[in-house]
């Protein structure tokens, strides 16, 4: 495994270094920047030394919550009013990695999870209990263990999160675009409705130097692509936060970007995905009454002039495409 990894990392700084020196010519010196930028992304993008808030608990559609599940019903019971569990509460999983269980807000009222409970609850007419399975640092290998504990009871909805760590740790992404597959089928196979969130475009993680930060735009992007086509075929909602929410972040990063460690969203970050995400997982339950929901980009239209020059960018953008589907076999 070791040697693999190793093999992978090698492949990925020759094919940057290849694409650099189609487009300008790149020196020994610029090849040993990309293997220190190489090896301090990965620092900067290794799980980070704080832990997310919990908020999980019942969220009714007057905004009360959260409430433990048992106090929720008992409390119900003792107003005279009867609840059946199974029917009259919706579940919500959140499963994924550390943007899914929300690192980087402030408050647990911040949290994504506790944004889509409340509002689902609302826009339902129903108590939304919210469950978070999700962990900091998890890749697509590791969303089995999480499903293994929310189907313990299955949930009427699940909300995935996953992508940035799979680059990290060089999965390639058709393996990652198949986890996930294999993921949302086994969350429909037990009558869950799945929305997921696919793959950010860490292009605009400034943090990650250039010209490092190109190569993992462009992963990023493909990743994100093989993520909808998986997550379609697995009977899923797929919503392309890349396209929906990098122009906004590239413009705002100070607003949008948690001042802790510039990575990870901050509360108003979570709060522009949780207004892309809530109108599919409300769409997907039967419940959204926000008019017809907009079809989401199937091709990816976020800028990268903003880094280079448009037509250098748009050229770039190719080579390193069909470099990352050449390294993780995915045709064209």
Known sequence: MARQREWAMRATLRATAVLAGAVGGLSVAAYGTLTRQTRNTQRVMAVPGWAPFRADGVYTPRGAGPQPPAQFATETCL????IDTGTDILTL?????STAAGLGVDGPEELPGVLLARNLAEEAGRPVQLDTYAISGSSSRRLDEQLRAALLS??????????PNDIRDRIPPATSATLLGSAVAKLRAAGTAVVVGTCPDLGVVRPIPQPLRGFVRAWSITLARLQRDAVNQAGGHPVPLADLLAPEFLSR????????????????????????????????????????????????????????????AASADRGLRRVTERLSGVAP
């Open 93 to 97: 999983a959140v499963i994924g990695d």
């Open 253 to 312: 990063p100070e607003a949008l970007f948690s001042t802790r460690d510039g990575l990870h969203p901050s509360a108003a970050g979570y709060e522009a995905a949780c207004s892309v995400l809530l109108p599919a997982l409300c769409s997907a339950l039967g419940v959204w009454g926000g008019g017809a929901v907009p079809p989401a980009p199937t091709r990816s239209a976020v800028v990268g002039a903003g880094w280079w020059p448009r037509r250098m």
């Open 154 to 163: 299955p949930p009427v909805a699940a909300l995935i999160m996953v992508g």
């Open 79 to 82: 107003q005279g009013r009867s």
